[in-house]
């Protein structure tokens, strides 16, 4: 298993309207994809007025991330509107290889 982190910065104020956007854009491009097996979106508000987005999406192999990045899967997803909400961003994203795993009554 395989798990895809991207993380980027917003207006803490804006974290309601992105999350709404990135569950149109991203999170619906993730479930849609074959291999995906699950996805959680955080947010962590700064005292700076931003807040850290991270994405954590977990793959049944690394086919199947380029099934939802494409060949150069090692780069960043962006979307159109992201322009009008990110303040910073990243060009990488980083891929862990699960080697174990155990989640219970999580929901």
């Known amino acids: 298993m395989i798990l895809r982190q991207w993380s980027a910065r917003i207006r803490?104020?804006?974290?309601?309207?992105?999350?709404?956007?990135?569950?149109?854009?991203?999170?619906?491009?993730?479930?849609a994809t074959q291999g995906n097996l699950g996805f959680q979106i955080l947010?962590?508000?700064?005292?700076?007025?931003?807040?850290?987005?991270?994405?954590l999406s977990w793959w049944?192999?690394?086919e199947a991330v380029k099934r939802f990045a494409?060949?150069?899967?090692?780069?960043?997803?962006?979307?159109p509107e992201?322009?009008?909400?990110?303040?910073?961003?990243?060009?990488?994203?980083?891929?862990h290889l699960v080697r174990t795993s155990q989640m219970s009554g999580v929901h």
């Open 12 to 31: 803490t104020a804006d974290e309601a309207r992105y999350g709404a956007y990135i569950e149109e854009t991203g999170a619906a491009h993730y479930a």
């Open 60 to 62: 049944t192999d690394i």
């Open 70 to 79: 494409g060949d150069d899967y090692q780069r960043a997803q962006y979307y």
């Open 82 to 95: 992201d322009d009008a909400f990110l303040v910073e961003r990243t060009e990488f994203v980083q891929h």
């Open 43 to 55: 947010t962590s508000a700064g005292a700076d007025g931003l807040s850290t987005v991270t994405t």
